[in-house]
């Protein structure tokens, strides 16, 4: 048995059995508790334990991959494999609040805190022990905002030879 649930088992010879582990079992990290009895007479039991671990994720892409600096948040989505329900995606190696959609996709927040100056940050995912692991993304880009004008004052001049202020607005 195995955590409590009777398995078909295997004889492969008097020292070796095989017994498949169904994927209910096998769907969240945790240590799984085995017994393996033989009958009366003489007989006996031997227990045993099985680790399921998280597995390592890996990342084929994420979108969007830029933001304007000064963006209060923005949603981002992360195409990959091994994701769960414990996977996060990072930013700088910090997790952001993070939505498990399947084992191959995630969407995530990028808050404010990430977005308030232009340059690039780190974008990964990871899953957390026993097991686990992390892996990177890519680069996203936070870019300068581009300047918007509201008024140029004065618009207009005449020829002259001493300097002009301009005052600019936006």
């Excluded at 404010?112 to 995912?125: K, T, Y």
Aim: zero cysteines; glycine letters at 12%.
């Amino acid at each position: 048995s195995l955590n409590g649930q009777t398995l078909a088992v295997n004889v492969i010879d008097a020292g070796r059995l095989e017994l498949t582990l169904p994927a209910s079992l096998l769907g969240t990290p945790a240590t799984l508790a085995g017994l393996v009895a033989n009958p009366a007479p003489g007989g006996g039991a031997a227990s045993f334990s099985i680790n399921v671990l998280n597995p390592q994720p890996t990342v084929t892409g994420f979108s969007p991959a830029t933001a304007t600096a000064g963006t209060e948040s923005i949603e981002i989505q992360v195409a990959g494999s091994l994701f769960n329900s414990n996977t996060a995606i990072t930013v700088e190696g910090t997790p952001i609040p993070t939505q498990f959609v399947n084992a191959t996709s995630l969407t995530g927040t990028i808050p404010s805190g990430f977005l308030q100056r232009a340059g690039q940050v780190q974008v990964g995912v990871s899953n957390p022990p026993p097991g686990g692991g992390s892996a990177q993304a890519g680069v996203f880009e936070i870019t300068s905002p581009s300047p918007v004008l509201t008024s140029v004052d004065p618009l207009t001049t005449t020829s002259r030879t001493d300097p002009l202020t301009i005052q600019l607005s936006g």
